[in-house]
């Protein structure tokens, strides 16, 4: 099983940016598809999962009305829209797929993308 993030990269504050993650190696049915972030310093702290199966949504209060977490209808990525960039938005920015609830136990984990926001 993979999920490979990417999209990562520098933006200045105010800025936009999509990460995409490409989930591989099972079927995801009944999973919820997850974005984390580990700031530098900090503990890694959930952004926001779809329900793979259903569409539904749900957000970090931080984040609620700049990011969206959308999967394309084939079911094959998820994307993570980020507008409105603030520098404590910088983290390393990583998708995982679980199958409990969205903020508890991840079964899968990809490997991170490097999200900078510059003031």
């Known amino acids: 099983v993979q999920l490979q993030a990417s999209g990562g990269g520098l933006v200045q504050a105010g800025g936009s940016l999509r990460l995409q993650c490409v989930p591989s190696?099972?079927?995801?049915?009944?999973?919820?598809m997850v974005w984390w972030r580990q700031a530098p310093g900090k503990e890694r702290e959930f952004v926001g999962a779809?329900?793979?199966?259903?569409?539904?949504?749900v957000y970090e209060d931080s984040v609620t009305g700049r990011f969206t977490i959308s999967r394309d209808n084939a079911k094959t990525t998820m994307y993570l829209q980020m507008n409105n960039l603030k520098p404590e938005d910088t983290a390393i920015y990583y998708c995982?797929?679980?199958?409990?609830?969205?903020?508890?136990?991840?079964?899968?984990w990809g490997q991170g993308t490097q999200v900078t926001v510059s003031s």
């Open positions: 190696g099972r079927t995801f049915r009944g999973f919820g």
């Open positions: 995982a797929a679980g199958s409990a609830s969205p903020r508890g136990y991840m079964d899968y």
């Open positions: 779809i329900n793979w199966d259903e569409g539904n949504t």
